[in-house]
Antibody
């Protein structure tokens, strides 16, 4: 059974970088037809997609965060990483990693987040 | 970016009620629309993908319809465990975007 587990600091100081890891077990991050995404949720608010990395290493980022976000994958450890530079209070959120499952059709592949980690709460504060 | 707008933002209902949530995309997205349920303190859970395909293990009282710009999620016979927040999400293009959520609470 596929499981995702986020880890990282719960508290980060303003202007410092935030680094998170998502450990994937029960499946390989190099399996085709899957991508791996980060999604965040500020307290009491809705969901915001942050970034994605495909099984082949292609990356996609939310334009609103593009200049500050780095997403990567370590295939030897079967985990993903997210780095967000120069954080502010607006980056306070629960961060989720999720698997994006894709289904090839005539056109862009259908895709959906079928498995999520439990999330890690990150607070930006001095 | 494709904007996703859900209505209503919240609703109150009773066990056994039929509930319908609407999601509208700012441009046509074919059937690239997914629905998630989120309980307090938990990660979202996929209910329906591709507008109408029920995820395995999800009760059949949940159903989804629509294509293009207008979509609905219907719960036929609300159960106590269905009081939660529901989100739609478009998967047509990046950035992947979510609706603002619809909170279903007990009347």
């Amino acid at each position: 059974q596929l499981q995702l587990q986020e880890s990282g600091p719960g508290l980060v100081k303003p202007s410092e970088p935030l680094s998170l890891t998502c450990i994937v077990s029960g499946g390989s991050i190099t399996t085709s037809s899957h991508s791996w995404d980060w999604i965040r949720q500020p307290p009491g608010k809705g969901l915001e997609w942050v970034a994605s990395i495909s099984y082949s290493g292609d990356t996609y980022k939310n334009p609103s965060l593009q200049s500050r976000v780095t997403i990567s994958a370590d295939t030897s450890k079967n985990h993903l990483s997210l780095r967000l530079s120069s954080v502010t209070a607006a980056d306070t959120a629960t961060y989720y990693c999720a698997r994006l499952k894709q289904q090839m059709v005539f056109g862009p592949p259908l895709n959906w987040f079928d498995t999520w980690g439990q999330g890690i709460q990150v607070t930006v504060s001095s | 970016d494709i904007q996703m707008t859900q209505s209503p933002s919240s609703l109150s209902a009773s066990v056994g009620d039929r509930v319908t949530i609407t999601c509208r995309a700012s441009q046509g997205i074919n059937i690239y629309l997914n629905w998630y349920q989120q309980n307090p303190g938990k990660a979202p859970k996929l209910l329906i993908n591709s507008a109408s395909t029920l995820q395995g293990g999800v009760p059949s009282r949940f159903s989804g319809r629509g294509s293009g710009t207008d979509f609905t999620l219907t719960i036929s016979g609300l159960q106590p465990e269905d009081f939660a927040i529901y989100y739609c999400q478009q998967s047509y293009s990046t950035p992947r975007t979510f609706g603002q959520g619809t909170k279903v609470d007990m009347k």
